[in-house]
């Protein structure tokens, strides 16, 4: 059975930092890039960050770019997001998804993607 289990979300001051983990399982992790979305109340989702570790390639939205950094850890079969620099609009629940193929860039859009976590919230406080 495929899954994707999103942890490390929590409350924070701004400026203060989260690892968010993304442990995927059912499925062969080398085959599959990652992505983190991220959803705000009443906005849309959006794509924060992605890895295709099979090539090496990663890639960010402008707006957390030099505060965020993904890995991957192949032989644990999890995807890392750490957050830097903390800001009050970064607030969201952050979801991880697998997209079958190596390709992939910030612009992968959300249906591209073939598997899903649950979410995990992050709130940063003022």
């Known amino acids: 059975e495929v899954s994707l289990v999103e942890s490390g979300g929590g409350l924070v001051q701004a400026g203060g930092s989260l690892r968010l983990s993304c442990a995927a399982s059912?499925?062969?992790?080398?085959?599959?890039?990652i992505g983190w979305f991220r959803q705000a109340p009443g906005k849309e989702r959006e794509a924060v960050s992605c890895?295709?570790?099979?090539?090496?390639?990663?890639d960010y939205a402008d707006s957390v770019k030099g505060r965020f950094t993904i890995s991957s850890d192949n032989a644990k079969n999890t995807v890392y997001l750490q957050m830097n620099s903390l800001k009050t609009e970064d607030t969201a629940v952050y979801y991880c998804?697998?997209?079958?193929?190596?390709?992939?860039?910030?612009?992968?859009?959300?249906?591209?993607?073939?598997?899903w976590g649950q979410g995990t919230h992050v709130t940063v406080s003022s």
């Open positions: 998804a697998a997209m079958r193929g190596w390709m992939i860039t910030i612009n992968t859009t959300f249906y591209e993607y073939d598997y």
């Open positions: 059912g499925f062969t992790f080398d085959d599959y890039a």
């Open positions: 890895i295709s570790s099979r090539v090496g390639s990663t």
